[in-house]
Each structure stands twice: as structure tokens, then as C-alpha cells.
């Protein structure tokens, strides 16, 4: 069975395996998160479930975030987000996910939104090389060089890397390994770095692929 849960990120920090090799991990704190909705392939054409994290009291919640949650019976939430899982059918509204439906050795994809750098430049944001910083380079050695042909295309084509917004993006890191859970505190280390700030909100499910 697939599955998922709704986590912050707490930071990173090491661990020690049983040789005494140092592991890079990352700590989440991951739910309890409850079952809000269920969708079947009957009714909405697939099977997923959304799962509600983090408590807040009802004032906190728009007036379509209170309906929905009320219309499920369940608590108020702070952030909602649908996982399509297999054997999502054998979940139903009001279910708990913790970090103890995750064990030591799984592979997971943890999804995140990234920090925002602001406006970065092209050596910053693509990694091009700067111009020669000798006579006759300035007052452009960070610039960036031509961007097309002459007459000919005589445009330049959508995607080109140029300088702009950097970061705040969505980002999924794949096949990243379940170092240790604790289930008294909630917690799941996973091997190396996962996208976001301290105290961002990150997603975890099963890796789609498994190298």
C-alpha cells in the first residue's frame, strides 16, 4: 500500500550508522495528519484521500475551508493536500496518519517549496561564466552576453536562461532513504537535504521510482 503524510521541516543534523559512518539527515516532523475526504473512482473517477495537518481553531479558516471540513466531521486544519494513493480505498474520513506508517529503510519523495533567492543574476541562477575582468571588460563583467543571431533568427526563443526570480518554486526530491522514525515525537530523518526553510511545510509519499 502507498503512502503519505504532511510534515515541517526541522532541520538538518547527523547520524551514526552501526560502522560509525557519519549520515546527513534531515528531520521532519511529520503529522498526525487525519483523513478529511476520500474520493473513489465511482464518484470522482479515482481513488485519493486528503489529508488535513496542524490544528487551528475555526476562526483561523475561511468561511469554504470551515464548510469542508465540517461537511467531513473532522477537526479544523491548518493545510489540506490530496495524495493519490493505491489502497487509498481502504482509508476512510476520520483515519490518522503518523510517522509510524513509515519504517527504517523506506525510499520516499519529499516535496517542498524552495527558499526565494529575489532577483539573481545569470552567474548566480544558471552558472555562466563572467567576462574577462581585464581592460576594456567593464562595466559588465557579471552581464550577460548576446542573446541571439542577427537577421536571422532575429528573435530570442522562449526558455532562454536570463537573469530573474530564483527559488520559491516547487521542488520534489526523489529516492531519498528513511534513516529513523520516532513515533513517540512524530519525527522522520531522511537521508540528505530536502527543499525549504526551517519550519516549511514538506510532503512525503513512497518514491515512484526506486534506484
Do not use: W
Not at 24 to 52: D, F, H, N, R, S
Not at 108 to 122: C, I, L, N, R, W
Request: hydrophobic share 35%; glycine share 14%; charged share 25%.
Amino acid at each position: 500500500m502507498q503512502k503519505a503524510i504532511i510534515g515541517y521541516k526541522v532541520g538538518m543534523t547527523q547520524l551514526f550508522d552501526e560502522m560509525g559512518k557519519v549520515i546527513p539527515v534531515t528531520v521532519i516532523q511529520a503529522g498526525p495528519c487525519a483523513v478529511v475526504q476520500k474520493k473513489t473512482g465511482e464518484k470522482e473517477g479515482y481513488e485519493a484521500v486528503q489529508l488535513g495537518f496542524d490544528p487551528v481553531p475555526e476562526r483561523k479558516l475561511s468561511k469554504p475551508e470551515l464548510g469542508h471540513t465540517q461537511k467531513a466531521g473532522a477537526p479544523s486544519y491548518r493545510h489540506l493536500r490530496e495524495f493519490k494513493l493505491e489502497g487509498a480505498s481502504s482509508m476512510n474520513v476520520g483515519d490518522t496518519v503518523d510517522a509510524g506508517s513509515f519504517a527504517e529503510g523506506d525510499r520516499v519523495d519529499v516535496t517542498g517549496t524552495s527558499k526565494g533567492k529575489g532577483f539573481a543574476g545569470v552567474i548566480k541562477r544558471h552558472g555562466f561564466g563572467r567576462h574577462r575582468m581585464s581592460h576594456g571588460g567593464g562595466p559588465v563583467h557579471r552581464h550577460q552576453g548576446s542573446l541571439s543571431a542577427n537577421s536571422d533568427p532575429a528573435r530570442v526563443f522562449p526558455g532562454k536562461p536570463m537573469a530573474g526570480h530564483m527559488g520559491d518554486e516547487r521542488v520534489t526530491v526523489l529516492n531519498l532513504d528513511v534513516v529513523k522514525v520516532d513515533t513517540n515525537l512524530n519525527l522522520i530523518a531522511v537521508r540528505g537535504a530536502v527543499p525549504g526553510p526551517k519550519g516549511g511545510l514538506v510532503t512525503l509519499r513512497n518514491s515512484i521510482i526506486n534506484i
